[in-house]
């Protein structure tokens, strides 16, 4: 099941990357002397990763655990992204940006998991944002000792407190 996932969130990231790069697979080019319309008649479903388990690694220094880089589904009242994970620091830093067009307090689940899924810690972040604010929020571990067994961080989709 971890391997269907893996799979399709590769398959997104290289869509979207595509989609970032301009990259057509119909021939259809962006240079100077198009008419500036897409030549491009793939359809795109779009959307994003919804799997919030996904178990991808980090890509910084060797120290980071995993970071979960999916986001919350569309039409949520905000989006809550890992930026990094608890591993060989305590702390998890999440960004938490705000959907709405009010000052609202949110609440996400955020599991730090180890090996084989096994729970680690799992914290309730609740923060209050501005309307469609974005924070990065510094979640330290309860059990600072634990931190070298995390390997994985995910999050529920944040609702209104």
Sequence with gaps: ???????????????????????????GS???GSSG???????????????SKNKKKG????????????ASATGAPATAVVVTCAGSTPVTTVRLTSNVDRRATFVV????????GA????TVVKETLGARESRVISVPLKEPARATE???????????S
């Design 1 to 27: 099941m971890v391997a269907g996932r893996r799979i399709r969130f590769t398959a997104v990231l290289v869509a979207v990357v595509f989609a970032l790069t301009g990259f057509s697979s119909h021939g």
């Design 30 to 32: 962006s240079s100077s």
């Design 59 to 70: 890509h910084g220094s060797g120290s980071t655990a995993g970071a979960s880089p999916s």
């Design 150 to 160: 995390v390997r994985t961080c995910r999050l529920d989709r944040p609702l209104v």
């Design 37 to 51: 319309k897409s030549k491009s008649k793939s359809s795109s479903s779009g959307g994003g990763c919804s799997s």
């Design 119 to 122: 729970a680690v810690e799992s």
């Design 109 to 116: 689940n955020l599991y730090r998991e180890g090996a084989n």
